[in-house]
């Protein structure tokens, strides 16, 4: 059975970082798209950051030149590393897989696939203090 542990979240002030860790178990393997979402409280759960099948990594506008997703193959991790935080990145973090769907896909197309159609964590919660 696949599973994926969210680790890594914390409290820190506006200016801070953190490191998060998504643990992939079971049949998830290089081959699925992956990546990183966030909610806050009444909002809607946004993508973060993901990476395609041919290694681009996206992001959403606000966090790009200060997050940086990546991949560890051999410990099947995948890595956001969350610079300069701000206030409004406060929100419970999740990553989710998907198996590809025969086409390939990018951007806030990805996004969306994996939000529909993705495996989930259960979440770890960041909260940045002005």
């Known amino acids: 059975q696949a599973q994926l542990v969210e680790s890594g979240g914390g409290s820190v002030q506006a200016g801070g970082s953190l490191r998060l860790s998504c643990q992939a178990s079971?049949?998830?393997?290089?081959?699925?798209?992956i990546g990183w979402f966030r909610q806050a409280p009444g909002k809607d759960r946004e993508g973060v950051a993901a990476i395609d099948l041919d290694g681009t990594k996206d992001y959403e506008p606000s966090v790009k030149n200060r997050f940086t997703i990546s991949k560890d193959k051999a410990k099947k991790a995948l890595v956001l590393q969350m610079d300069y935080l701000r206030p409004e990145d406060t929100g419970t973090y999740y990553c989710?897989?998907?198996?590809?769907?025969?086409?390939?896909?990018?951007?806030?197309?990805?996004?969306?696939?994996?939000?529909?159609?993705?495996?989930w964590g259960q979440g770890t919660q960041v909260t940045v203090s002005s």
């Open positions: 989710a897989a998907a198996r590809p769907p025969g086409t390939l896909l990018g951007g806030s197309v990805l996004f969306q696939f994996l939000k529909d159609y993705g495996i």
């Open positions: 079971g049949y998830i393997d290089g081959n699925y798209y």
